[in-house]
């Protein structure tokens, strides 16, 4: 999945600011990689950037309109339909993350078909795909993997190679969810695969390589939620990773959506993310921990984060609060 | 998914015997499920049933039309189109394990579109499913798990149900694969689900149940064969399962079709998944161990099995050679 750049980032007419969370994330981590926005109405939310209708956008080279916006049943609402379609018919691209898929609105399934568009439901994946097959293979990678799903995995990755590429270390992020794809462009949505498939995609995501130094690959899911635990063990064991980035989230009261679960201790989830890793990778080694320390003060994670560095020696840090260069300095030896 | 019975197990122009294993296994283990066999050449291998035609087994009652055979490309021939049409004319459901979808043959679309026939590819999985939970639910489960793929999960949890029943205990087959699913009409292909969805099939396969005492779960793949390990998690996370039966084919030299990949030794994967099976059922314990000991002799098998019983602590045994007894008896304590 290739999505064409620079983006139209397309807002629609939602009002929350969270709603826009995707929109948000690309102008964070891809500042070169839009146009300026579209809103359907004065109240949409805005990004503060320049606001363009279809024209503009495409005078000024977009060339994919990408819904930048997050709904809760991922449908894409009528009011959007006009303006997506007559985007298609102007040759944008279209990308969403929405359930719905773009197909599933005729004209534009029509427009693809007539090679007029290019439709991308990153939230789906039906290209054919081999089985992982677990052979070493050349490149240096680092995995995020978490204590649970929603705890910094994506944007551990995306800070990770922001500070080691400020280094002068080429490291490259590799998407595997639908937010990640929309911000780099490109990637498979790990949970959307047939099941048999989960560690053969990673392996598609980050194949062999040699013209750099490391792939960054999104992690998904955590081995203790009971919803999505296959994902990450394919995700382990198809990132055949050198080097494990623990995410977590403090004083989260249970399992996401679960409260009938626990999370896993610090110690716990290391041993069986490492465990898991080593079946194809078995020099695998814990590189640091990445905190969202949103729930205590600053005093505190600072305080915290320099006791578990010594109990599990790796750096530790909250890369929102304090950076994530401790940990792309630790890679430098791998 | 559930497929009409009785069947006529349909075995094409297949030579080779292996070719008919799912028929065979039709034949084993739901001896009341089928009317006959129908054989397009006389060189096609023969399970030694009776001959009939279609007509001929609409008069005894068969409702449908199952493919009992496999082929490498997992392709329905050209060969056999005819007779699935006009089976389906006739109001004959088709079932097959194929690769090929039967709704890829037009004049079968056409003909389930209009309803005169049913088609159930169950390879693959199109229905909605909900994602998984890990909330207890009633009922005992037993999974088989093992320690690579094609070591006796399906065969081990079949054997266990006949010998279940023989001793009066109302125990029942759940198929999580597309032979399991043929021999017990019905079932959800695991591997072919969606990946987020994997752990929420086998809650859909195994929902909460007063009516009868067991939940035979079809075990698939390994928590140690890198290409497939995501599945058989989310298998152990979804059957909450309150037994383990480890299967294990002696003297397999690696994990199938990798090489490069060892077999986990026999501790490590009770371990393994034991520590997996425990997040969704903290009191899971492995019931049993059985074993393919068709590579050494029967003597050599019965000294190994006493032997590894001693060292587990459980039943060990090979359902073949000495029967699976043992590990029936030994779940009446649950």
Redesign the interface.
């Known amino acids: 999945m290739s999505i064409a750049q620079p983006y139209l980032l397309f807002l629609g007419d939602v009002t929350l600011p969270l709603a826009a969370k995707t929109a948000r994330g690309i102008t964070l981590w891809r500042p070169d990689s839009y146009v300026g926005q579209l809103r359907l109405t004065d109240e949409t939310v805005s990004l503060g950037l320049q606001d363009l209708d279809l024209q503009q956008a495409l005078d000024l080279g977009a060339k994919t309109l990408v819904i930048g916006t997050a709904n809760a049943g991922g449908v894409i609402p009528e009011t959007w339909r006009n303006t997506l379609i007559e985007a298609a018919k102007m040759g944008f691209e279209i990308a969403s993350g929405m359930h719905t898929r773009l197909g599933d609105i005729p004209e534009l399934a029509e427009l693809a078909e007539t090679e007029v568009t290019r439709l991308h439901d990153v939230r789906h994946y039906d290209a054919p795909l081999a089985?992982?097959?677990?052979?070493?293979r050349q490149g240096k990678r680092i995995l995020t993997v978490g204590t649970d799903c929603s705890v910094g995995k994506m944007f551990t990755a995306l800070a990770l190679e922001k500070a080691m590429q400020s280094k002068g270390v080429d490291a490259r992020f590799k998407a595997t969810g639908q937010t990640g794809i929309l911000i780099d462009g490109s990637g498979i949505s790990?949970?959307?695969?047939?099941?048999?498939f989960?560690?053969?995609a990673v392996e598609a995501i980050s194949p062999s390589f040699d013209d750099h130094e490391w792939d960054i690959i999104e992690g998904q899911g955590s081995?203790?939620n009971?919803?999505?635990?296959?994902?990450?063990?394919?995700?382990l064991?198809?990132a055949q990773a050198d080097a494990l980035v623990l995410c977590h989230e403090l004083n989260r009261p249970h399992i996401q959506?679960?409260p009938?679960?626990s999370l896993p201790s610090i110690s716990d989830s290391i041993e069986?993310n490492l465990?898991?890793a080593r079946?194809?990778n078995p020099n695998a080694k814990l590189a640091g921990i990445s905190l969202n320390t949103s729930a205590i003060s600053e005093k505190e994670a600072q305080a915290l984060c320099a006791n578990w560095q010594e109990k599990h020696q790796v750096p530790v840090t909250d890369p929102v609060r304090f950076g994530i260069q401790s940990i792309a300095d630790a890679l430098s030896s791998y």
């Open positions: 089985v992982g097959n677990g052979k070493p790990i949970d959307a695969v047939v099941a048999d989960i560690s053969g081995l203790f009971p919803s999505y635990a296959g994902v990450s063990l394919g995700l064991h198809g959506h679960l009938h679960c069986a465990s898991a079946l194809t």
